[in-house]
């Protein structure tokens, strides 16, 4: 059976992208494939974070993947540093990986920048490596496939030439992970800039569609979108970025073709009330399951505890036949 492994931050609030673009395909995989879903809180701490925010965002984002439709009898929700086999793959990783690779990530480019005129001199090591930490967590469990978002495709063909590597040095030891990225939706942008993603990470709080704000607040969003002047409804990234972001939401919302949708319309506004409606539509339901969730923690506390020692089970395996093609003394 086909493994599937990916990763949440649990930072920030999460948003319509990450929905669209991840956590909607994770729940549709789970009945398929062996599946492993994980909060990668220490991926968070990339960047300083605040230790009650952490643990409070680690919590709900445990929460959250089980309101999107993960259900912990059919697949294995975890918490990242509740396994801590990943940080010694890791180490095993970063030793595989060349520099060079490391500083052409464009996720470790842009996050970099952000920082101000520093720059790369201030952001984290952590910040940097960050991608041998997610090669281990995707190979330690033997995954073939990753559902994520455009954004990560470049991580997961380093995972690939990282795993290549090592097999060739020290003998066929590691799965080749693909990439498995929506067709739709893959790269939804922000509301109010439609050519930078819709992310966690910026201050664009009316241009991010938070997955559990309230349905007017998210109706209002759409209302305000930014599209252009020409009122010509056209999928066509490039040349109509905001309009093509709502049709590829609604597609995405809806099940249906973005392309096909621009025909039904001729004016903007009709647009943007039918993709709030859409989107609203699809995120009630989950908003009411993370309710009902939050308010019993000791089920959740079981659920990630659980998950915790599932995940544990497999991952000791991998990183002791890492340890041992690369030649490592056994402990006798
Ligand atoms: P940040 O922007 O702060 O890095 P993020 O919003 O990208 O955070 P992550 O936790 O890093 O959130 O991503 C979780 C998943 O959501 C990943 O699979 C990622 O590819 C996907 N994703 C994130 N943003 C988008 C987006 N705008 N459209 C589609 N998928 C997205
Ligand atoms: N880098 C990813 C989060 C992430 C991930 C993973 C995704 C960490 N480990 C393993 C898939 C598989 C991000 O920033 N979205």
């Known amino acids: 059976m086909t493994r599937v492994l990916s990763g949440i931050q649990p930072t920030g609030d999460i948003h319509l992208g990450n929905y669209l673009g991840a956590l909607r395909q994770w729940a549709l995989d789970q009945h398929e494939h062996d599946s492993f879903y994980c909060a990668v809180d220490l991926h968070a701490v990339t960047v300083q974070q605040d230790p009650q925010e952490l643990r409070s965002k ?62 790369q001199e201030h952001v984290s090591a952590g910040l940097f490596t960050y991608p041998a930490l997610m090669a281990a967590d995707i190979l330690i469990y033997d995954a073939d496939r990753v559902p994520v978002g455009d954004d990560q495709r470049q991580h997961l063909e380093l995972t690939r030439d990282i795993a290549e590597r090592f097999n060739s040095r020290y003998g066929d030891t590691l799965v080749l992970p693909s990439a498995a990225i929506p067709k739709i939706a893959a790269r939804v942008m922000d509301l109010q800039e439609p050519t930078n993603k819709m992310s966690k990470s910026t201050d664009s709080a009316a241009g991010s569609v938070g997955i559990f704000e309230d349905t007017s607040s998210i109706a209002k969003k759409f209302k305000r979108a930014v599209t252009d002047s020409d009122n010509e409804v056209l999928f066509d990234f490039d040349a ?42 699809v995120l009630e339901p989950v908003q009411q399951r993370r309710a009902e969730l939050l308010s019993d923690p000791a089920e959740l506390g079981r659920i990630i505890a659980r998950g915790a020692e599932k995940a544990s089970e497999v991952a000791s395996q991998t990183v002791h036949r890492a340890k041992s093609a690369m030649g490592f003394l056994p402990l006798k």
């Open 240 to 281: 109509k970025p905001g309009v093509s972001n709502l049709l590829s939401i609604l597609g995405a919302a809806t099940d249906r073709d973005p392309e096909i949708l621009a025909n039904d319309y001729d004016q903007y506004g009709p647009l943007k009330t039918d993709a709030a409606d859409a989107v609203i539509n």
């Open 58 to 119: 680690t919590l709900e984002t445990m929460a959250t993947l089980v309101a999107v439709g993960l259900d912990p009898e059919v697949c294995t929700l975890f918490v990242q540093s509740h396994v801590p086999y990943h940080t010694e793959l890791s180490w095993l990783l970063e030793c595989t990986v060349s520099f060079g690779e490391l500083r052409r990530m464009t996720q470790f480019k842009d996050k970099s920048t952000k920082q101000g005129d520093a720059g």
